[in-house]
């Protein structure tokens, strides 16, 4: 008679003579007491964050066990993955994929990196030398860009990240292109009590010489509405630590090769940001900018302060081939301040990621024979106090992954009941198919076409949006809606029920960005700011950096304003070629494409769980 394993000891749960959740439970914690965090069950690998540095784990010996190695023989390790995804690459010539999941602050971002940091080591190396450490140093530039501190997660991810490692058929590796996915850019103008802004907002502080802060008109961190009142962050920016991520992005850009004007023009842009948050305004019918802000947020921008000030104040509409001025109420030059910031931050991350895909790109392009191994970093699912479009955003990406997950396990354990002669007919599991539907379908019309139709209509707020949610959903099984009248709705996802307030919805489907202010930044004199904002604009090269204009002369006001109307008529022109697009239609478009690739290619489960 066999001996069953006592608790713990078991390194692949499928294998428990009884698997049921509550074991499941037990076994991990048993296991994660004894600092062994890596479980499989099955095919999946589970890893339980530790919160602590192990030592012994990642060591260069630990990865030259895990190469080639026979799974089986050896401990389950985040390190076999990356191993296993290779081979099977090699040996099956089809795409791999590696689908890292769990909530937020379960350690998704670092499994990534390790999965890379193993991958180069098992593979027959790289096309061209310094790309496996271009491909490590990447990480921590897009970090100090994206992450930040929420309730949940110090370090947590603002955005959906898919690598995509290329490899030639023999096993070298040709470079990685990266697509990000929803920045959370609400962050720059606003966080939740108890979180914090970009980290690189206050690595900048921490780090800039008191003479490149003077250069850049940046004063006591606290003086700046991107820091104040944050009394954990002011702390944080006088500690060691920040300074030494700063030096630490100083080296990636390095490393993954931005030059050093590039690195100044973005550094100053980020300064840019900083001042144009701190632009305040007067008067409650026809707002008037007051304060210097406006003179240091111009200059860094490198845009005649003039200019600016007419695009954050007066909106200027074509109405039967005439132009009509009106002055912003003070709330809605408020609001244009706002926008201009976040559409600043996501056009320089945007602009980050495309870099980063030039330098660390397959060099001459790719080749039909490539293949790849694609590693999928997503926000984890959400759940705060206040939840709102970006939260319903990333649970939707977090349902539709739990979805190839419950399809792709589901299709295994089938062939295995095949395998062995045995029906599966009468297996069964909570299938989300019925929320993704009520999300996502097009007739009738899913909650975020129905988002859409709303942004369109100039009349509709969030009040009435909620309302047709209503009327629509009231009866499906995954909608709740209020007692009373607030502007509220529940769903039920996989992995519990979440309340979202329908305030804001419209605006942020919305994503408007006033013609006044791109017709301003058209004009800049920074090269890297037309690049963001003039689509005739051609790439700036890395040519001699120069400085800030703000000591540059100021144009007469009507000088100013003929500037402007010229650069807003290329704007307006350059608009009418495209097609607008809503926040929720782009992501929408975005998930389908990744689900194409996903179910394109073999996957690799690691399962991310927070104690």
Same mark, same amino acid.
């Given at each position: 008679?066999?001996?069953?394993?006592?608790?713990?000891?078991?390194?692949?749960? $499928?294998?428990?003579?009884?698997?049921?959740?509550?074991?499941?439970?037990?076994?991990?914690?048993?296991?994660?007491?004894?600092?062994?965090?890596?479980?499989?069950?099955?095919?999946?690998?589970?890893?339980?964050?530790?919160?602590?540095?192990?030592?012994?784990?990642?060591?260069?010996?630990?990865?030259?066990?895990?190469?080639?190695?026979?799974k089986k023989s050896v401990p389950p390790h985040l390190f076999a993955i990356p191993d296993s995804a290779y081979r099977d690459l090699l040996d099956t010539k089809k795409n791999q994929v590696c689908v890292v999941s769990g909530e937020s602050g379960a350690g998704k971002t670092e499994a990534a990196k390790l999965f890379v940091r193993q991958l180069l080591r098992v593979s027959n190396g790289a096309e061209y030398e310094g790309l496996e450490r271009k491909l490590v140093q990447v990480n921590?530039?897009?970090?100090?860009?994206?992450?930040? %501190?929420?309730?949940?997660?110090?370090?947590?991810?603002?955005?959906?990240?898919?690598?995509?490692?290329?490899?030639? &058929?023999?096993?070298?590796? =040709?470079?990685?292109?990266?697509?990000?996915?929803?920045?959370?850019?609400?962050?720059?103008?606003?966080?939740?009590?108890?979180?914090?802004?970009? /980290?690189?907002?206050?690595?900048?502080?921490?780090?800039?010489?008191?003479?490149?802060?003077? =250069?850049?008109?940046?004063?006591?961190?606290?003086?700046?509405?991107?820091?104040? @009142?944050?009394?954990?962050?002011?702390?944080?920016?006088?500690?060691?630590?920040?300074?030494?991520?700063?030096?630490?992005?100083?080296?990636?850009?390095?490393?993954?090769?931005?030059? /050093?004007?590039?690195?100044?023009?973005?550094?100053?842009?980020?300064?840019?940001?900083?001042?144009?948050?701190?632009?305040?305004?007067?008067?409650?019918?026809?707002?008037?900018?007051?304060?210097?802000?406006?003179?240091?947020?111009?200059?860094?921008?490198?845009?005649?302060?003039?200019?600016?000030?007419?695009?954050?104040?007066? @909106?200027?509409?074509?109405?039967?081939?005439?132009?009509?001025?009106?002055?912003? %109420?003070?709330?809605?030059?408020?609001? +244009?301040?706002?926008?201009? $910031?976040? !559409?600043?931050?996501?056009?320089?991350?945007?602009?980050?990621?495309?870099?980063?895909?030039?330098?660390?790109?397959?060099?001459?392009?790719?080749?039909?024979?490539?293949?790849?191994?694609?590693?999928?970093?997503?926000?984890?699912?959400? +759940?705060?106090?206040?939840?709102?479009?970006?939260?319903?955003?990333?649970?939707?990406?977090?349902?539709?992954?739990?979805?190839?997950?419950?399809?792709?396990?589901?299709?295994?354990?089938?062939?295995?009941?095949?395998?062995?002669?045995?029906?599966?007919?009468? #297996?069964?599991?909570?299938?989300?198919?019925?929320?993704?539907?009520?999300?996502?379908?097009?007739? &009738?019309?899913?909650?975020?076409? #129905?988002?859409?139709?709303?942004?369109?209509?100039?009349?509709?707020?969030?009040?009435?949006? #909620?309302?047709?949610? /209503?009327?629509?959903?009231? %009866?499906?099984?995954?909608?709740?809606?209020?007692?009373?009248?607030? +502007?509220?709705?529940?769903?039920?996802?996989?992995?519990?029920?979440?309340?979202?307030?329908?305030?804001?919805?419209?605006?942020?489907?919305?994503?408007?960005?006033?013609?006044?202010?791109?017709?301003?930044?058209?004009? *800049?004199?920074?090269?890297?700011? =037309?690049?963001?904002?003039?689509?005739?604009?051609?790439?700036? &090269?890395?040519?001699? *950096?120069?400085?800030?204009?703000? !000591?540059?002369?100021?144009?007469?006001?009507?000088? *100013?304003?003929?500037?402007?109307?010229? @650069?807003?008529?290329?704007?307006?022109?350059?608009?009418?070629?495209?097609?607008?697009?809503?926040?929720?239609?782009?992501?929408?478009? @975005?998930?389908?494409?990744?689900?194409?690739?996903?179910?394109?290619?073999?996957?690799?489960?690691?399962?991310?769980?927070?104690?």
């Amino acid at each position: 008679m066999a001996v069953r394993p006592r608790i713990g000891e078991t390194a692949n749960l $499928a294998e428990l003579e009884n698997l049921t959740e509550d074991s499941l439970l037990a076994e991990l914690k048993v296991r994660f007491g004894r600092d062994v965090i890596y479980t499989y069950v099955g095919e999946i690998l589970v890893t339980v964050n530790p919160f602590k540095w192990i030592d012994g784990i990642y060591e260069e010996r630990q990865q030259r066990t895990y190469t080639n190695a026979d799974k089986k023989s050896v401990p389950p390790h985040l390190f076999a993955i990356p191993d296993s995804a290779y081979r099977d690459l090699l040996d099956t010539k089809k795409n791999q994929v590696c689908v890292v999941s769990g909530e937020s602050g379960a350690g998704k971002t670092e499994a990534a990196k390790l999965f890379v940091r193993q991958l180069l080591r098992v593979s027959n190396g790289a096309e061209y030398e310094g790309l496996e450490r271009k491909l490590v140093q990447v990480n921590p530039l897009l970090e100090a860009f994206g992450n930040a %501190k929420t309730g949940m997660n110090n370090n947590s991810s603002r955005f959906g990240k898919f690598t995509e490692v290329r490899i030639t &058929p023999t096993g070298t590796i =040709r470079g990685a292109l990266m697509r990000h996915y929803l920045l959370e850019k609400s962050r720059v103008v606003s966080q939740a009590e108890g979180e914090q802004n970009f /980290h690189i907002f206050y690595q900048l502080f921490a780090g800039l010489s008191r003479e490149e802060l003077a =250069r850049r008109e940046l004063s006591d961190p606290s003086q700046h509405r991107v820091v104040f @009142s944050n009394g954990d962050a002011l702390r944080a920016i006088k500690s060691p630590d920040m300074l030494a991520h700063f030096k630490e992005v100083l080296e990636c850009f390095d490393v993954v090769g931005f030059t /050093h004007d590039q690195r100044d023009e973005l550094f100053n842009v980020l300064a840019g940001i900083i001042h144009v948050l701190d632009i305040e305004f007067d008067g409650e019918d026809s707002a008037q900018v007051v304060g210097g802000s406006i003179g240091s947020a111009a200059g860094q921008l490198g845009v005649e302060e003039n200019t600016f000030d007419l695009a954050l104040t007066k @909106s200027v509409n074509i109405i039967r081939g005439e132009e009509t001025e009106r002055p912003y %109420k003070l709330h809605e030059a408020e609001d +244009c301040r706002d926008a201009t $910031a976040k !559409a600043l931050y996501e056009r320089l991350f945007s602009w980050i990621m495309d870099q980063c895909n030039k330098l660390l790109g397959p060099r001459g392009g790719a080749h039909k024979d490539d293949l790849a191994v694609g590693i999928l970093d997503i926000f984890g699912f959400e +759940c705060f106090d206040v939840n709102s479009f970006e939260q319903l955003c990333i649970n939707l990406a977090n349902e539709q992954l739990q979805f190839f997950f419950n399809n792709h396990i589901f299709a295994m354990e089938l062939a295995e009941y095949e395998r062995e002669g045995v029906t599966g007919k009468n #297996i069964t599991y909570d299938d989300n198919r019925p929320l993704l539907d009520l999300l996502l379908q097009s007739k &009738p019309p899913g909650l975020l076409l #129905i988002v859409d139709e709303e942004a369109n209509f100039p009349k509709a707020t969030d009040g009435s949006m #909620i309302e047709k949610f /209503h009327a629509a959903f009231t %009866k499906h099984r995954d909608y709740e809606r209020p007692r009373g009248n607030e +502007c509220n709705f529940t769903l039920r996802h996989y992995a519990g029920r979440v309340q979202y307030q329908g305030d804001g919805f419209l605006e942020k489907n919305r994503d408007n960005l006033a013609v006044d202010v791109i017709g301003a930044l058209r004009l *800049s004199e920074l090269p890297l700011v =037309r690049e963001l904002f003039d689509d005739g604009a051609v790439a700036a &090269p890395a040519s001699k *950096s120069r400085a800030p204009a703000a !000591a540059r002369k100021r144009m007469d006001r009507g000088e *100013s304003k003929k500037s402007l109307r010229a @650069s807003m008529k290329k704007a307006r022109e350059a608009q009418a070629k495209k097609k607008k697009v809503t926040v929720s239609s782009s992501f929408k478009q @975005s998930l389908a494409d990744l689900m194409d690739q996903l179910n394109a290619a073999a996957p690799h489960f690691v399962r991310c769980i927070k104690p």
